[in-house]
C-alpha cells in the first residue's frame, strides 16, 4: 500500500474537538499528524444571551451555524429546554455543521454544497432579499469573527440578531512547533483558518516566523491563502474544501522538490 505521507510531520491546527478526523486521515497516508490548535474553543463566560436567545426562538424564520461548534454549544442547550421549533428552518454554512445538526435530529438543513463560507450562504436563492426580507434571523455564532452575514442581510431586509455560544482564544505559546522546526521535523501546517493564522504568527519568535515562512502550507480558502501571501507566507498550497480537499493535496503534493 502506497503511503505518500510516510515520515512527514504535518501540523493539524483545528480545534481539538475537531482535529481527529484529518489527523487520522494524515496518519492512515504514513504520516506523522502533530494536532495543535490555534484556536482553543470554550464556552461563553455568561451564559445569559444564549439562554436569552432560546426562550425567544420560536419567534425566529431561521438559525444559522456559523460552524460545528456553534452547533455543539447551542443545540444541546436548545434541546434540554424545548424541543425544536417546527417552523424555525436551521441554515448551515458548511456540510459539518450539516452532519453535527443531523446528529441532534435536526433535518432539512439548509447549507451550501461546494463552497464553505458567509458568501456562498449568501448566494443561495433562499437567502437574497426576496426570501429572507420581513423575516426574523438568529445566528449562533463565537465571539467575534466576520460581520459580512448579519450586515448583508440587514441589508436585504432581514431582522437580525447573533448571539456568541462559545469563545475562541489562541494558545498560550507555540514551544512544541518552535522545538520541531529547531530539530528539522516539522514537513508541514494545515490551517484552517484566518484567525488561526494570525495566532500563530503572534505566537512565534522571529527565528520560528522565518522558519513558517518557509514551511509548505496547506488552505483549504482562498481568503486564507490570501492572508498567508499578505503575511509573506512563500510557500502556501490552495486545497479543495474541508478536510476531503486538505488531505488530497497533501496526498498528490510533489514532497521530494519540497
Not at 503511503?3 to 504535518?10: A, D, N, S, V
Request: charge should be positive.
Amino acid at each position: 500500500m502506497t503511503q505518500p505521507l510516510r515520515g512527514l510531520t504535518i501540523v493539524v491546527t483545528r480545534p481539538r474537538a475537531q482535529a481527529s478526523r484529518l489527523a487520522g486521515w494524515i496518519a492512515e497516508q504514513g504520516g506523522e499528524p502533530l494536532i495543535f490548535p490555534l484556536l482553543e474553543i470554550s464556552p461563553v463566560i455568561d451564559p445569559a444571551p444564549l439562554q436569552a436567545a432560546i426562550m425567544r426562538l420560536g419567534d425566529y424564520s431561521l438559525a444559522i451555524f456559523i460552524s460545528p461548534n456553534a452547533v455543539d454549544f447551542s443545540v444541546p442547550a436548545i434541546l434540554a429546554r424545548q424541543a425544536w421549533p417546527l417552523g424555525l428552518r436551521a441554515v448551515a454554512i458548511g456540510q459539518s455543521s450539516v452532519a453535527r445538526l443531523a446528529r441532534y435530529g435536526i433535518g432539512h438543513v439548509l447549507a451550501p454544497a461546494d463552497r464553505f463560507d458567509s458568501e456562498a450562504l449568501l448566494e443561495l436563492p433562499e437567502m437574497r432579499r426576496a426570501g429572507v426580507a420581513g423575516k426574523r434571523v438568529l445566528i449562533f455564532r463565537g465571539n467575534g469573527g466576520r460581520e459580512l452575514l448579519a450586515d448583508t442581510l440587514r441589508e436585504r431586509g432581514a431582522e437580525v440578531d447573533a448571539v456568541s455560544c462559545y469563545q475562541r482564544s489562541a494558545p498560550a505559546d507555540a514551544a512544541p512547533l518552535q522545538a520541531l522546526w529547531r530539530s528539522g521535523q516539522l514537513d508541514a501546517l494545515t490551517i484552517s483558518s484566518s484567525e488561526g493564522l494570525r495566532n500563530l504568527v503572534g505566537l512565534l519568535d522571529a527565528p520560528a516566523n522565518a522558519c513558517l515562512r518557509g514551511t509548505p502550507m496547506f488552505v483549504p480558502h482562498q481568503r486564507i491563502a490570501e492572508l498567508a501571501h499578505a503575511l509573506a507566507m512563500r510557500r502556501v498550497i490552495l486545497t479543495g474544501a474541508a478536510d476531503a480537499g486538505i488531505i488530497a493535496a497533501l496526498c498528490s503534493h510533489d514532497w521530494q522538490r519540497s
